[in-house]
């Protein structure tokens, strides 16, 4: 026959299909077969735990990878989010089993923030219970689902049941909301999501962090609203109110209105578990925050709130906050002293 | 409907007096049942598929519409994509594709026995996947290819048997030349075989990002190497039909067909530009998106030439605005995923609802609406059954203005989106910003899943009046 497109169908055809499957290998399947061989895990990372795989696989069940990315990119505008992503952070990832391939995590959409370092960000149980019972008690602006079906409702919880109270109007009128199985797990995960250095030398990465928060404060314009609603108002509520007995109320409270703003500092630097305000016992788990934001952010942030919502206290300089990093090294201070 | 002009010449007519088809086409009454049965089925999917979306839709304003777990986000928005994919226009392509393939080969179709398989086996695996899916079993997340492949497998087999039935339909064929249509619509069946075998075969993405690798390739391919070469295919069928005149260029039609085999294939990983898989990927896939310039004005200039000097014969057809919209929309998008591929603005349209309007603008504005004008032009001249002029012109506004407010808005608030991120406010106030655009989302899906339910209407209208009496017309007519 002739070697003609328009008259033989065999030729035609024949170079339809295998040129298409050439390029295939080209673009697809050899790029990931290299990519799949160059597979490592970060040093400093750990091996998931069976409760957070199982997590993982809830995670992507009910479909959370359609609003939520684990994609840093590496331009200015993703740096709220943690360091540019690299291929080792998914390096612990692998196929589901037999039925189901490897999750995708990376996302495609980001109508609900990046998850990267939720676990940094957020790493209280009690909130993450609450906010996926019903994500509009902590957050009251949230178009995100509810996942009662994670939790059942019972009359008397049995001993070392996870046990979740939810604010006025949230919860169910009778009963105790507890956690499943399955919302244990996913809440896991989602504790486990949390960049590790590129290297493993933690000294050099402390470091290039020093150096980058120093490089990020020179560029970027400090807001301490901005701060204020991207890392605190989750739990504290953008009223400055908080959640009753959970996420204590920043209006008036000693700790952020008294003249020495030395516990305000701490609390931002290092975090807060179990304190007794005012005699109430709270539940709530706040974490530190002294890597993730630098001097002068940590003292934008207490400016806000020590001069918002009526409170009207005296404003401090980054140079207070360093002062007390600076000491509190010296003095080997504890963080939750 | 009968003789509308009697009544219409009293007062001013609602509706411009559209052409009546011409006789029935001479077709086996297999051929009808066959491809009328594809039809409708697929009408079936598009209103229970738009009905999800459209629910879905309603989430963003109202996320508290219900808490059912079958029934919430994260499970539909996989079974809407899945449906209208695979469940519609999936099986509405391949049902005009078994009329034209066998006609631009002047014979019968191989084997309609065949053809049912693959009807059953398409329906079959569609069915399952909607009930995986909406009970949180799906593949991985990875999207578009969602349904374990159990499942997928029994569509796959399907699209299988489609293309060896075409291919020994168009190896047999009772003419010379292979007519162009038949290099894009087999071309698609057999591109999109190699896509979902690559797609779902382990050993090469297994751990890590290496799926993702394969991902981009996967879902970019989807749409162009199978709805965007069948579609196409179609439309150099139908358009110099219906406009009886020939395409204006059938060199033009080749070159386009080459340069989309090669370039669209390269440039999957322009979904993932600025992530961790391989820079020189993302590099490549930017320069090949700017390589779409050639198939797309080729392709669309092609079209748009063939229909010059003749917009009184698209106004005064019932099909010929659908296929006009959907070239239209076909330029239009295109040349809009190639900008959206550039870096600097991939920055700010990435991760935004600019996406969702995009992804609706090609797989409705620019596949479906040819679909349609396929549907229009060629079931009435199987059937000898004329839809109503006037429910014809309501799906075709409905649609038309509907997709229109429902992407315009989207891609208002994207921008706003991405430009919020850039400026580095508060991330919740991306979200709050977005409502008045998911309230005009929510309106212009519902005008366009009210034309879904008019076009299953017209569907119905245009239905064969029995099997039976079929088989003795087309028997009055042989003898």
Known sequence: ?337 | MNNPSAVQSVGRPFTVEKAKAEERIDTSPESVKLIFTYIAFSAFWLVFGTLVGEYLGFKFVWPELDSISWFSFGRLRPVHTNILFWGFLSQAMIALALYVVPRTSQRELYSYKFGWVSFWLINTSVFFGVITLMAGINNGGQEYREIIWPIFLLFALGLILVAYNLYKTIADRNVKEIYISNWYILAACLWTIVLVVTAYLPGYQEDGISQTVVQGYYMHQGVGQWFTPMVLGLTYYFLPILLNKPIYSYSLGVLAFWTQMVFYTMIGAHHFVFSPIPWWIQTLAIVFSVGMFVPVTAGAGNFLLTMRGKWRSIARSYSLPFILAGVLFYAIVSYQGTLEAFRSLNKVWHFTNFTIAHSHMSMYGFVAFLVWGGIYGLIPRLTGKEPPQFTVGAHFWLALIGVLVYSVPLMIGGTLQGLSWMAGEAFIESVTLMTPYWVWRAVGGTMMFLSHLIFAYNVWKMRPDSWQRLRQVTELQTN
């Open chain 1, 1 to 337: 026959m002739k070697l003609n497109f328009h008259k033989n169908h065999k030729l035609l055809f024949g170079v339809v299909f295998w040129g298409f499957v050439a390029l295939t290998l080209i673009i697809a399947v050899l790029p990931a077969t290299w990519v799949q061989q160059q597979n490592e895990p970060l040093p400093a990372s750990e091996p998931m735990t069976e409760l957070q795989r199982k997590g993982l696989n809830i995670f992507i069940s009910e479909g959370c990878v359609y609003c939520h990315t684990q994609q840093v990119r590496p331009i200015e505008m993703d740096e709220n989010w943690g360091r540019p992503s690299a291929p080792g952070d998914y390096a612990r990832i692998n196929r589901q089993d037999v039925w189901r391939q490897t999750p995708a995590v990376l996302g495609s959409e980001r109508t609900g923030p990046d998850l990267s370092n939720i676990g940094k960000r957020q790493p209280s149980d009690v909130w993450h219970y609450m906010h996926l019972y019903n994500p509009r008690s902590v957050v009251k602006e949230s178009i995100m689902p509810s996942y009662p079906w994670l939790f059942e409702v019972v009359e008397n919880p049995s001993d070392g049941a996870t046990t979740v109270s939810m604010p006025e109007g949230y919860g169910p009128k009778n009963g105790t909301i507890i956690a499943t199985r399955e919302a244990e797990a996913l809440v896991a995960y989602l504790k486990s999501l949390s960049q590790v250095p590129m290297d493993a030398w933690p000294s050099a990465a402390q470091q290039a962090k020093a150096d980058s928060a120093v490089a990020s404060a020179v560029k970027k314009k400090v807001n301490g609203a901005t701060i204020y609603a991207n890392n605190c108002a989750s739990c504290h509520q953008n009223n400055g109110q908080g959640i009753q007995s959970t996420f204590p109320s920043l209006v008036g409270a000693a700790y952020v209105t008294e003249k020495d703003p030395t516990r305000h500092i701490r609390a931002v630097l290092y975090g807060l578990q179990g304190v007794t305000i005012d005699g109430k016992d709270y539940t709530g788990v706040m974490q530190p925050f002294g890597e993730l934001l630098s001097d002068e952010e940590v003292a934008a942030v207490i400016n806000y709130e020590r001069t918002n919502w009526g409170n009207d206290a005296p404003t401090i300089t980054a140079e207070d906050v360093t002062k007390v990093r600076n000491n509190d090294e010296l003095n080997k201070i504890q963080p939750n002293e």
